[in-house]
Every structure is written in structure tokens, then in C-alpha cells.
Nanobody, 113 residues
Framework: QVQLVESGGGLVQPGGSLRLSCAASGRIFNTYTMAWYRQAPGKQREFVALILSSGSRNYANSVKGRFTISRDNAKSTLYLQMNSLKPEDTAVYYC???????WGQGTQVTVSS
């Protein structure tokens, strides 16, 4: 069973940057499509970005040009580099193995001055 552990969240000022990490257990990480989602207070969980095993990427319009998803298959780790952060990016960020529906526990990102 794959398990995911996110880290890297925190408090950052508007315009700042953070890099989230998602460490996966299991030896077949490189075969999966991995994704980031987020959930703001009182809102539904929403898609942020995904990366195929081939390395192809897709982003939500709200983060395109500011966020970059990447993966290190040797380390079984997924990343989300977040630049030019806005208060509306405040949410709990979750990583997900899309094929099997496994979620991490989430990491809080707060963008505030």
C-alpha cells in the first residue's frame, strides 16, 4: 500500500515562495500519475496540478505560470514549487496518487501579511 507524507507548508507573505514535498512509500512511484489538490476553509477540494509518469504536466488556470510540479522518481518524491503566492492560495495542500486514490494528510499553506 502506498503512503504519502506532505511537508513544506507554512506562513508566507504575499509575493513569496514555498516548496511543498510529498514523500511516497513503495517502489513503483515512477509508474503513477501524481497530483496536488488544495482545500480552502469552507470550500471544496480543488485540483492544482498533475504530472504523468512521462513527465507531462497539467495545471489549474489559477496557478498556471506561478506553480511548478515536478517529481524525483529516484527519491519517490513529488514537489510543488509555488511562486508569487497570493492570499487566495491559502489552503491545505494534498498530494494524491491518481490511479489508486491514495491521499496524503495535507500541509497548511497560509499567505498573509
Amino acid at each position: 500500500q502506498v503512503q504519502l507524507v506532505e511537508s513544506g507548508g507554512g506562513l508566507v507573505q504575499p509575493g513569496g515562495s514555498l516548496r511543498l514535498s510529498c514523500a511516497a512509500s513503495g517502489r513503483i512511484f515512477n509508474t503513477y500519475t501524481m497530483a496536488w489538490y488544495r482545500q480552502a476553509p469552507g470550500k471544496q477540494r480543488e485540483f492544482v496540478a498533475l504530472i504523468l509518469s512521462s513527465g507531462s504536466r497539467n495545471y489549474a488556470n489559477s496557478v498556471k505560470g506561478r506553480f511548478t510540479i515536478s517529481r524525483d522518481n529516484a527519491k519517490s518524491t513529488l514537489y510543488l514549487q509555488m511562486n508569487s503566492l497570493k492570499p487566495e492560495d491559502t489552503a491545505v495542500y494534498y498530494c494524491k496518487v491518481t490511479e489508486i486514490g491514495v491521499w496524503g494528510q495535507g500541509t497548511q499553506v497560509t499567505v498573509s501579511s
